[in-house]
C-alpha cells in the first residue's frame, strides 16, 4: 500500500476547494481495502471514503486516511432478456452509462453525464429525468467497517429514496465495492421527463432510440449544467424539497406559477431551482462562490475561494427562500468528512 501523508485534495473534488488529508490512499482490489482499514485501525486514524469527489464539501484539512476507490472492473452476465451488469466501485458512472448504451442495453441511459463513480451512485441514489439508481439495481457488496464483515445488500436493503439511501444514514459504516444493475437487452427505452420530450417534439423524432436519449441527455445537461473542468462546482446544491398537497395548494394561492411535480400520493416536489430563482439569486456572485446563471440550483467556485464562503453563501438562500416561500431547503452534497 501506498499510503501518502498530507496528501492535497484539491484536484480530487469537482468544486476545486484547497484541501489536505493527512492520510491517503488509493485502492484497486478489495485486498487493499480490507489492509487500508487494517493500517487506520493500527495507527488510530478515521476512515474517510472518497470516489470522484463530485458531491462532496472538502474541509481545508482532513485528519484521518482518505482512501479514494479505485476498485475497477466490468462484467456482464446475460439472463432471458436482461443484462446482469457488475461493475467495480472505482468504475467512473458516466463511461459505464456510454458502455451500456453501446451494447444496446437500455435502462440508465438518461443517467448520462452525472459525474462520479459508480460506488457512490447508491450513496444518494442518483437520478436524473425521471431514472433513479434504484430502477435498474439488483444488489451491491460493501465492508462493514463495525462489524469487520463483508455483507451483500439487495435493493429492500438499500432503502433508497430521493438521493437518499441507508448508506447516506450511516455514514462511513459501509464501503461500498461492487454494484450489479439489471439492463434490458430488448426494451424500447422510455422517455420519463417533458424536457427530453419537448427535445424530440421540437426535432419532429416520435420514438427516438437509446443512442438518441443519451446523446440528447448529454446535450441538454452541457447546456445547463456548468463543465466542473472549467467551474468548480458539484451538481445541485440542494434537494428538490418535497411538501404536502394541500401546503402546496397554500403557496399556489401566492405563486399560481409555482414548478411542481407530483411525488408520492399526499405529497408534491418543489423545483428548488425555481425558488432560489424567485429570490433574485440567480448570477450573483459573492467573493470566489456564487449562483449559475443557467440553473439557479447549482453554486460555484471561481478559484481561490474557501468553503466557508460557500456554506455561508448557501445559508442566505436558504433564508431567503424560507421567508419568501416557507419552505426549507436541504443541502445535497455532504461535508466531508462528516464528523
Ligand atoms: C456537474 C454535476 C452534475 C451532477 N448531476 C447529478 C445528477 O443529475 N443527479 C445526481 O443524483 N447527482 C448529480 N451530481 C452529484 C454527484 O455526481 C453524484 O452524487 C455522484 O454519485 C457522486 O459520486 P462521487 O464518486 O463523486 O462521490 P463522492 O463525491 O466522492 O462521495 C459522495 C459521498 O459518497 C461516499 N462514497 C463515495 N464512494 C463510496 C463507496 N464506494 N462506498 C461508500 N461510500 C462512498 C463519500 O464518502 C461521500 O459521502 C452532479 C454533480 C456534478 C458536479
Not at 476547494?17 to 489492509?35: C, G, I, K, N, R
Not at 411538501?243 to 399560481?256: E, G, K, R, Y
Request: charged share 20%; glycine share 8%; proline share 5%.
Amino acid at each position: 500500500m501506498n499510503i501518502q501523508h498530507q496528501c492535497p485534495l484539491d484536484q480530487l473534488n469537482t468544486l476545486g476547494f484547497p484541501a489536505t488529508a493527512e492520510a491517503f490512499v488509493s485502492v484497486t482490489s478489495e485486498q487493499m481495502l480490507t489492509d487500508a482499514v487494517h493500517y487506520a485501525d493500527k495507527q488510530g486514524l478515521k476512515l474517510h471514503i472518497l470516489g470522484g469527489g463530485s458531491n462532496i464539501l472538502v474541509t481545508p484539512n482532513v485528519s484521518g486516511l482518505v482512501v479514494k476507490m479505485d476498485i475497477k472492473g466490468r462484467t456482464v452476465n446475460m439472463s432471458g432478456d436482461s443484462a446482469l451488469l457488475t461493475l467495480g466501485a472505482g468504475e467512473e458512472w458516466h463511461k459505464t452509462v456510454a458502455w451500456s448504451v453501446a451494447q444496446g442495453f437500455s435502462g440508465i441511459e438518461s443517467m448520462a453525464l452525472i459525474p462520479g463513480s459508480v460506488g457512490a451512485a447508491p450513496v444518494q441514489n442518483i437520478g436524473a429525468y425521471g431514472t433513479e439508481l434504484k430502477d435498474n439495481f439488483v444488489h451491491l457488496r460493501a465492508y462493514d467497517i463495525e462489524q469487520k464483515r463483508w455483507v451483500d445488500f439487495d435493493k429492500k436493503a438499500c432503502q433508497f429514496a430521493y438521493r437518499d439511501s441507508l448508506f447516506k444514514q450511516q455514514p462511513g459504516r459501509y464501503i461500498i465495492t461492487e454494484v450489479t444493475l439489471s439492463l434490458s437487452k430488448v426494451a424500447a427505452p422510455r422517455l420519463k421527463y417533458a424536457a427530453l420530450q419537448g427535445f424530440f417534439d421540437q426535432k419532429g423524432i416520435n420514438a427516438p432510440s437509446l443512442s438518441q436519449i443519451f446523446d440528447a441527455v448529454c446535450e441538454v445537461r452541457r447546456s445547463k449544467l456548468p463543465d466542473p473542468a472549467t467551474l468548480g462546482n458539484a451538481g445541485s446544491f440542494f434537494k428538490n424539497p418535497v411538501i404536502t398537497n394541500s401546503q402546496c395548494d397554500a403557496l399556489i394561492s401566492h405563486f399560481p406559477d409555482l414548478v411542481r411535480y407530483p411525488d408520492q400520493p399526499g405529497y408534491t416536489k418543489l423545483a428548488a431551482g425555481w425558488l432560489i430563482d424567485q429570490c433574485h439569486w440567480k448570477g450573483k456572485r459573492q467573493g470566489n462562490v456564487g449562483v449559475y446563471d443557467k440553473q439557479a440550483l447549482v453554486l460555484v467556485h471561481y478559484g481561490d475561494g474557501q468553503l466557508d464562503e460557500l456554506l455561508d453563501l448557501s445559508e442566505q438562500i436558504q433564508t431567503s427562500v424560507q421567508s419568501k416561500f416557507g419552505v426549507s431547503l436541504e443541502r445535497e452534497p455532504q461535508i466531508f468528512p462528516l464528523i
